[in-house]
């Protein structure tokens, strides 16, 4: 991929960001998978600003990583839950929750449990053959042109 003639290169990474990369998106996809689902308690545990919490909440909508379901007619009010495009950024997240513990903070503030009751410990192998995804054992091939 390096030899490649200078200028963006197309990268699923970067269209994810376009849709993910604010730091308030993700904190509310964080309290959705929670199980916190209305308005003012996402505001509340984010910190983010109202304003600036519904503007996220509807371009995530927009690109149906959340849906609105609508829990009060009168006045109406919604509530906000991950579609499965949503609930697929569980290991995302997780990712960066173990990349926070151990370069972005002095002591982590969860520690997470798996069911089995032990601390959870994340490994990134490659399903067909098990061995470690790591830089050096993964090579990036184009799969097509840009137009």
């Known amino acids: 991929m390096a030899r490649h003639p200078l200028g963006v290169r197309p990268c699923s990474l970067a269209a994810s960001l376009d849709v993910l990369g604010e730091r308030w998106s993700l904190l509310a996809i964080r309290e959705m998978g929670y199980g916190v689902h209305r308005f003012g308690r996402i505001a509340g545990y984010t910190g983010a600003s109202r304003d600036i919490l519904a503007d996220r909440l ?44 151990k370069w972005a903070v002095d002591e982590p503030a969860l520690t997470l449990l798996h069911e089995c009751g032990h601390e959870l410990d994340i490994d ?24």
């Not at 990134?124 to 137009?147: L, Q, W």
């Open 58 to 101: 509807r371009k995530l909508e927009a690109v149906g990583v959340i849906e609105r379901r609508r829990y009060s007619e009168h006045p109406p009010r919604y509530e906000y839950h991950l579609t499965e495009a949503g609930r697929e950024l569980y290991p995302v997240l997780l990712s960066l929750f173990r990349w926070g513990d």
């Open 124 to 147: 990134h192998v490659c399903r067909h053959c098990g061995g470690p995804v790591e830089r050096g054992r993964v090579e990036a091939r184009v799969s097509r042109r840009p137009e």
